[in-house]
Antibody
Framework: QVQLQESGPGLVKPSQTLSLTCIVSGGSINSGNYYWSWIRQPAGKGPEWIGRIYFSGSTNYNPSLKSRLSMSVDTSKNQFSLELTSVTAADTAFYYC??????????????WGRGTLVTVSS | EIVLTQSPGTLSLSPGEGATLSCRASQMFGSNYLAWYVQKPGQAPRLLIYGASSRATGIPDRFSGSGSGTDFTLTINRLEPEDFAVYYCQQYGSSPTTFGQGTRLEIK
C-alpha cells in the first residue's frame, strides 16, 4: 500500500530555511488523481495546512505562508519537498506530508506520513 | 479564512457511552465539505468521515457524521477504549482548507 515518509533536519536556526522531503512509496506520485500536501501541527494545537503540489508542479499555498514558501516535486524520485524561509520559533511544529484528492470535493486527507518534529532554535 | 470552533474542548465519558462532538464554522462553505479525523498520541491524524457523513474505509459504523451549513456533528456510539483520543474537524469547501482546534475525548 502507499506510504509517505518525511525526512529532514529536526533543528533549524532562526532566520534560516526549513527544508523537508516526503518520499512516496508503494505507488506513483505521477498519479493524476491526487494532490500532495504539507500540514503542520504545533504541540497541543490543531493542524494547519501549508500547501499542496500536483505531479505537474502546479501548487497552491496557504496565503498566511505564501511569501516564505516553496514546494517542488521530483517525479523521478517519487518525492516532493517543502522549503520555508526566514523561520522563527512560531514555525516549530510537527510537519506531516499527506495526500488528498484532485478535486475540490475530495480535498480531505486520506493518507498521512508519520510526521517529523521540527524545532526552530539557536 | 474559515474558522472552525469545536466543542466541547474536553469530553469525559465512560466506555459504552455515546459521544457527541460539535464543529461550528464561522461562515458557510461549499457543499458540506467537512471531514473528521482522530489523532492518538504520537500518531498522525486519521480520516474518519468526509463529505460530512461518509465514513472512510475501515471506519466502523459506530461513527457517524451529520450536519449542514455551519453546524456539524460527529457521533460515536458505544465508546470503545481505543476511541479515547483527540478529534479534529476540517472544512475543504473554501480555500485555504482549515482545521478546528480539537476535542479531547477522555475516559471518565
Amino acid at each position: 500500500q502507499v506510504q509517505l515518509q518525511e525526512s529532514g533536519p529536526g533543528l533549524v536556526k532562526p532566520s534560516q530555511t526549513l527544508s523537508l522531503t516526503c518520499i512516496v512509496s508503494g505507488g506513483s506520485i505521477n498519479s493524476g488523481n491526487y494532490y500532495w500536501s504539507w500540514i503542520r501541527q504545533p504541540a497541543g494545537k490543531g493542524p494547519e495546512w501549508i500547501g499542496r503540489i500536483y505531479f505537474s508542479g502546479s501548487t497552491n499555498y496557504n496565503p498566511s505562508l505564501k511569501s516564505r514558501l516553496s514546494m517542488s516535486v521530483d517525479t523521478s524520485k517519487n518525492q516532493f519537498s517543502l522549503e520555508l524561509t526566514s523561520v522563527t520559533a512560531a514555525d516549530t511544529a510537527f510537519y506531516y506530508c499527506a495526500r488528498s484528492g484532485r478535486y475540490g470535493s475530495d480535498w480531505y486527507f486520506d493518507l498521512w506520513g508519520r510526521g517529523t518534529l521540527v524545532t526552530v532554535s539557536s | 479564512e474559515i474558522v472552525l470552533t469545536q466543542s466541547p474542548g474536553t469530553l469525559s465519558l465512560s466506555p459504552g457511552e455515546g459521544a457527541t462532538l460539535s464543529c461550528r464554522a464561522s461562515q458557510m462553505f461549499g457543499s458540506n465539505y467537512l471531514a473528521w479525523y482522530v489523532q492518538k498520541p504520537g500518531q498522525a491524524p486519521r480520516l474518519l468521515i468526509y463529505g460530512a457523513s461518509s465514513r472512510a474505509t475501515g471506519i466502523p459504523d459506530r461513527f457517524s457524521g451529520s450536519g449542514s451549513g455551519t453546524d456539524f456533528t460527529l457521533t460515536i456510539n458505544r465508546l470503545e477504549p481505543e476511541d479515547f483520543a483527540v478529534y479534529y474537524c476540517q472544512q475543504y469547501g473554501s480555500s485555504p482548507t482549515t482545521f478546528g482546534q480539537g476535542t479531547r475525548l477522555e475516559i471518565k
